[in-house]
Nanobody
Framework: QVQLEESGGSSVQAGGSLTLSCAAAGNMSRPNCMGWFRQAPGQEREWVARIYGGGIGTYYNDFVKGRFTISEDSAKNAVYLQMNSLKPEDTAIYYC??????????????????WGQGTQVTVSS
């Protein structure tokens, strides 16, 4: 099992930037797929971005394309989410998730067995 811990969430004004970090520990296999999801109050958890094989493949949900960047430092077992041009609608708890192997079904939270506890991002207008 893989243990994940997110950090970096904060309150910012619209247009600001934040970088979220996800530290992984435990029995992590390679290659693997790492994803960021978010969940706003009263909403379902939605996929934000994913990265495969230490950066070989990255993919973003349309609502963050051009604003967010996912990256990975395999040596540190860490994944990051650089968020720029933040909007109030980006307010949510952000979760890091991991699955071994390819990123098949990356857009579904149920396909990721390992999760962090989440970090709160609040964007004010």
């Amino acid at each position: 099992q893989v243990q994940l811990e997110e950090s970096g969430g904060s309150s910012v004004q619209a247009g600001g930037s934040l970088t979220l970090s996800c530290a992984a520990a435990g029995n992590m296999s390679r290659p693997n797929c790492m994803g960021w999801f978010r969940q706003a109050p009263g909403q379902e958890r939605e996929w934000v971005a994913r990265i495969y094989g230490g950066g070989i493949g990255t993919y973003y949900n349309d609502f963050v394309k051009g604003r967010f960047t996912i990256s990975e430092d395999s040596a540190k077992n860490a994944v990051y989410l650089q968020m720029n041009s933040l909007k109030p609608e980006d307010t949510a708890i952000y979760y890091c998730a991991s699955k071994s192997g390819h990123c098949a079904g990356y857009f579904k939270a149920s396909n990721f067995p390992d999760w962090g506890q989440g970090t709160q991002v609040t964007v004010s207008s």
